[in-house]
């Protein structure tokens, strides 16, 4: 049997796993977010990590509740327009936007394949970033932080596929897990 690729891994999560999996990698995302809005005063970076917050506490207790219209709006006005900006930062940024609005989809019930989207763009990002600073590389894959991202999300994949539990332990483990390197998924600093 072919060995299934992470996007088809994913795919198969079908319950609160594959809202675990797409929030770890956003919490990877957040601090690219975050540096933008502090170098370029675009938006108060903390009124998403409230957001942020909120879905985690919904993963470890199900009962918790999401007003999806607010959070919704709320990233509207917190999603940058690259053409309004001349500097990099502003694509980590959106690729965060743009996944935190997958995280919603899914936990809404609006799209099954929230956290596909989410591992792919979390992959792009981290590919785009390398082709910015290093530019073309003939085989990304091989690079250290491709190779890193890769392996982070067939670990998480790994983790998620075992016998868990969903609650406020397997939570703490996830967003320890997210940043327990110190870096982004770009290999920026976390502070």
Request: net charge negative; with cysteine.
């Amino acid at each position: 049997m072919a060995k299934l690729t992470i996007f088809q891994q994913v795919r198969e999560f079908n319950d609160w796993r594959a809202s675990a999996f797409a929030l770890t990698l956003l919490e990877r995302m957040y601090p690219n977010y975050h540096l933008f809005c502090e170098l370029t005063g675009f938006y108060d970076a903390e009124q998403l990590r409230h957001t942020l917050n909120s879905l985690w506490d919904w993963l470890g207790s199900p009962k918790t509740k999401i007003n999806f219209e607010s959070q919704r709006l709320k990233l509207d006005e917190a999603t940058p327009d690259i053409n309004n900006f001349d500097n990099y930062g502003v694509y980590p940024a959106l690729d965060f936007a743009v996944s935190l609005d997958s995280v919603l989809n899914l936990i809404s019930g609006e799209d099954a394949q929230g956290a596909v989207v989410v591992s792919k763009v979390s992959q792009g990002c981290v590919e785009a970033y390398i082709e910015a600073s290093e530019g073309e590389q003939e085989d990304i894959k091989q690079h250290p932080l491709m190779s890193w991202e890769i392996a982070f999300q067939a670990e998480l994949i790994a983790l998620l596929q075992g016998k868990i539990k969903r609650n406020n332990d397997l939570v703490k483990r996830l967003k320890a897990l997210a940043v327990e390197e110190g870096i982004s998924n770009i290999g920026l600093e976390i502070v």
